[in-house]
C-alpha cells in the first residue's frame, strides 16, 4: 500500500473532491500558494474562481461560506483554530445555527478546515486546540483524524456532507507517514470513511485507551512499551467527536474495565471529559477501577519548550495513567 | 426612471402589507399572544419595499432583528410570517425561530439575523457564488445605522469590493440604535460616506421616498449584474415605535423629542407615495384605498391563519438540526 504524508492526504482529497464537484471551492490566507502545504498545485489545476486568497477578514469569509452554501455552492475554508476567535460570530450564529432555526430551509455543506499547530514553541495565540467548545454549540460536526488515510477519507466524506463540519487537523501530525489505500483498492473505488465509526487500531484486553488526534500516536507508543510489561491496551480513535462514536467505546470498556482517554484539548470539558461522562452514565457498572483522564494542563500554551513540554499529554503520561487504572 | 404604474401599486400595496403586519403585530403582542422580542418596522416602510421591487425572485436577500419588513417586502408570506411569529408549524420555520429569524429561500430570502452586523458576510457570500458559478442574481443586506459599526459590516464591505462582488448594501438609517443616536457613534456625518473606504458608490437617498429607494437601488442592481461590484445605499429613515416590543423600561420622548418623533411622522412614507400617485394622476384615491383595505383583509387572513395553525409536537425539537442527520448525543 503507498505510503503518504498526512499533509499529502488533504490535498490529495482536497483535488479529488474539487475535480468531482465543480461546486466546490476553496478560500482562505495565502492558499494559492499554500504556505502550509495543503493546497499545492490547486490553483494551477482549478484556477483563480474556485481557488481565492482573502482579505485577513475570518468574519467576512467564514459567513460568506455561509451564505455561498446556502445558494447552492460546497465551499472548503482553511484557517488556523486560532483565527477561529476572530470568526465566533460566523461559526455560532450563523454556521451553526441558521439551518435549525430557519426549520431546515436550508442545507450548509461547508468545511472548515482549521489547523492547530501546538508543540513548536507558537505560544498562547497559535496553539489553540478548540474542538471541544464547537462540540458543546449544537449544529456542528466535528471530525479529529490521527493518519493519513483517515484524513483523506474523512475530508472527502466532510466535502459531501451537507452539513457544516470543522475539520480539526492536528499540525503535529503534519509529516507523519502512513498508508493510505489507492482509490482502486477500496470498495466503491474511492477512500470514503463514514462519520461517527471509531477506529480500534490495536486490540488489547486490560485497558481501553481512548485518544484523539495528535494523541494517538503517544497512546500506541505506550501500548505499545506496556505489552512488555504485560499489559494489553486496547487503543481506540473516535476519529469524530461529533458525531461521537459511543457504542465502540462503551464495548470495549465492557471488555476491559479500564479507561484512559487521551486529549490534547485542555482538560476542563473537554472531548476526554465528555467522553468520560458517557462512560460513567452507561458504562458504570463495567468499571473496575476510577477513569483516568490525560489532557492538556489548564494553562495557556507557554513559549519556553522547558514549559511547553510540561503542558500536553505524552507517552510517559498515558502510560502511567494505564498503570493506574491497574493499581 | 419611469415607472410603471402596476410597479408603483406594487410598491404602495407591499408598504400597506407591512404597515397592517405590524400594527397587528403590536395589538397582538399586547394581548400576550405571543412573548419575547419583536421589532416594528413602522416608519421605515419604503426602505425595504424601494429595494425588494427593485429586485428579481432569483436575487437574495438577508436582514436583521427588525425582520418583518424584508420578508413582506420580498413577496414572502404574511400568513407564513404570522404562523411564526405565533410559533406556530405552519410557520416559515416551524416555529423555530419566530420574529427575528424569518426567512423564505424560495423566494430569496436568506432570513434575517438577531446579531447586528451578522447578515453582511452570509450576504457577500451569495454574492460570491453568483460570480463563482457565472449566474446573473445578485444579493441584498439590509443594516442598520449601528450595525455599521460592526467589524462584519467593514469586512464585507472591503471583501465584496476587492472581489467585484453583486450585491448591494442597504443601510436602513433610523437614526438609534436602541437609544443611542448614530451622531454619537458614526465618525463620518453619513453612513454612506464610508463607501468611499471601499471604492465603492454611497449615496444617501430620502428613505421616506419608496421611489427614492427603488431608483438609487436600481442603479446599484444594474452595477453588480454588469460585474462592477458592490454599492452602498443608505437610506435615511425613521422608527416610530421603540425599539423592541415589550422593552417597557424606554419611555417615550426619553432620548428623542416628542417634536422628532412627529416630525418624522408627518413624512410617513405610504403618505408620501399615495399623495404622489393621486396627485400625479397616476392612481385614483379610491384605488390606493382599495389596496389599503386589501392588504388589512391580507394580514386579517394572516393572523385568523397563524392562529389555526397548530403548535409544533415534542417530537419535533430535534428535526432540522442536520441534513445528514446523526444521533442525539
Not at chain 2, 464591505?157 to 458614526?186: G, H
Request: glycine share 8%; with cysteine; hydrophobic share 40%.
Amino acid at each position: 500500500m503507498p505510503e503518504t504524508v498526512f499533509v499529502n492526504a488533504i490535498n490529495e482529497a482536497l483535488q479529488e473532491e474539487m475535480k468531482r464537484d465543480e461546486s466546490v471551492f476553496i478560500m482562505g490566507e495565502d492558499i494559492k500558494r499554500s504556505i502550509y502545504g495543503a493546497t499545492m498545485g490547486l490553483l494551477e489545476e482549478f484556477g483563480e474562481k474556485r481557488v481565492l486568497d482573502t482579505p485577513l477578514s475570518e468574519n467576512a469569509f467564514f459567513g460568506a461560506a455561509v451564505g455561498a452554501a446556502a445558494v447552492g455552492m460546497r465551499p472548503v475554508v482553511e484557517t488556523l483554530t486560532s483565527f477561529m476567535w476572530v470568526a465566533m460570530d460566523q461559526l455560532v450564529s450563523q454556521a451553526a445555527k441558521m439551518r435549525y432555526m430557519f426549520g431546515g430551509q436550508v442545507n450548509l455543506p461547508v468545511v472548515y478546515r482549521a489547523t492547530m499547530y501546538y508543540g513548536g514553541g507558537s505560544a498562547a495565540h497559535h496553539s489553540d486546540r478548540s474542538y471541544p467548545m464547537f462540540m458543546n454549540m449544537p449544529g456542528l460536526k466535528i471530525v479529529a483524524p490521527s493518519n493519513p488515510a483517515d484524513m483523506k477519507g474523512l475530508m472527502k466524506t466532510a466535502i459531501r456532507d451537507n452539513d457544516v463540519v470543522i475539520m480539526f487537523e492536528d499540525g503535529t501530525l503534519f509529516g507523519n507517514r502512513g498508508e493510505v489505500p489507492a482509490n482502486e483498492d477500496v470498495p466503491g473505488g474511492e477512500l470514503l470513511i463514514p462519520f461517527g465509526q471509531a477506529n480500534t487500531l490495536r486490540e488489547g484486553s486490560d485497558v481501553t485507551a481512548v485518544a484523539i488526534a495528535g494523541s494517538v500516536p503517544h497512546a500506541l507508543s505506550a501500548a505499545e512499551e506496556l505489552e512488555a510489561d504485560g499489559i494489553s491496551v486496547e487503543v481506540i480513535d473516535p476519529r469524530t467527536l461529533v458525531p461521537l462514536d459511543k457504542a465502540t467505546i462503551l464495548a470495549s470498556v465492557e471488555k476491559t474495565g479500564r479507561l484512559v482517554i487521551a486529549d490534547p484539548a485542555h482538560k476542563v470539558c473537554s472531548a476526554a471529559s465528555e467522553i468520560a461522562s458517557i462512560v460513567a452514565e452507561e458504562g458504570f457498572w463495567s468499571l473496575q477501577a476510577p477513569i483516568a483522564k490525560v489532557a492538556s494542563e489548564q494553562v495557556h500554551i507557554p513559549y519556553s519548550p522547558a514549559l511547553e513540554k510540561l503542558v500536553y499529554p505524552t507517552k510517559e503520561k498515558i502510560a502511567d495513567a494505564v498503570k493506574r487504572t491497574l493499581e | 426612471m419611469a415607472i410603471d404604474k402596476d410597479l408603483l401599486m406594487l410598491m404602495l400595496r407591499r408598504m400597506w402589507t407591512i404597515r397592517h403586519f405590524e400594527e397587528t403585530v403590536i395589538d397582538i403582542y399586547a394581548k400576550g399572544e405571543f412573548g419575547g422580542a419583536a421589532h416594528p418596522y413602522i416608519g421605515e416602510e419604503a426602505v425595504a419595499v424601494g429595494a425588494c421591487v427593485a429586485m428579481q425572485d432569483t436575487d437574495y436577500i438577508a436582514g436583521n432583528h427588525r425582520s418583518h419588513g424584508h420578508p413582506l417586502a420580498k413577496g414572502g408570506d404574511p400568513k407564513r410570517a404570522m404562523a411564526e411569529l405565533l410559533g406556530r408549524v405552519d410557520g416559515y420555520c416551524k416555529g423555530k425561530g419566530g420574529s427575528m429569524h424569518l426567512a423564505d429561500f424560495s423566494v430569496g430570502i436568506l432570513g434575517e439575523s438577531g446579531i447586528l452586523g451578522s447578515s453582511l458576510p452570509v450576504a457577500t457570500g451569495a454574492a460570491l457564488a453568483s460570480k463563482i458559478k457565472g449566474e446573473d442574481f445578485i444579493s441584498a443586506v439590509f443594516f442598520g445605522d449601528g450595525a455599521s459599526n460592526q467589524g462584519a459590516c467593514h469586512e464585507s464591505m472591503n471583501l465584496a469590493s476587492v472581489w467585484k462582488l453583486p450585491i448591494i448594501f442597504i443601510c436602513e438609517n433610523n437614526q438609534y440604535a436602541v437609544t443611542t443616536s448614530y451622531r454619537d457613534t458614526v465618525a463620518v456625518e453619513h453612513v454612506s460616506d464610508r463607501a468611499s473606504a471601499y471604492n465603492m458608490p454611497g449615496v444617501l437617498v430620502d428613505g421616506q421616498d419608496v421611489v427614492a429607494m427603488y431608483e438609487a437601488v436600481s442603479v446599484g442592481i444594474e452595477r453588480a449584474r454588469a460585474g462592477e461590484g458592490p454599492s452602498l445605499v443608505e437610506g435615511l429613515t425613521y422608527r416610530y415605535e421603540e425599539h423592541s416590543l415589550g422593552l417597557g423600561r424606554i419611555r417615550r420622548g426619553e432620548y428623542r423629542p416628542e417634536e422628532e418623533i412627529e416630525t418624522w411622522r408627518q413624512r410617513d412614507p405610504i403618505v408620501i407615495h399615495e399623495k404622489r400617485l393621486v396627485e400625479q394622476g397616476i392612481a385614483t384615491q379610491e384605488e390606493c384605498d382599495a389596496v389599503r383595505d386589501e392588504e388589512a383583509k391580507e394580514i386579517e387572513e394572516a393572523l385568523e391563519f397563524a392562529r389555526n395553525s397548530p403548535f409544533p409536537e415534542p417530537g419535533d425539537l430535534f428535526d432540522d438540526m442536520f441534513a445528514d442527520a446523526i444521533p442525539q448525543p
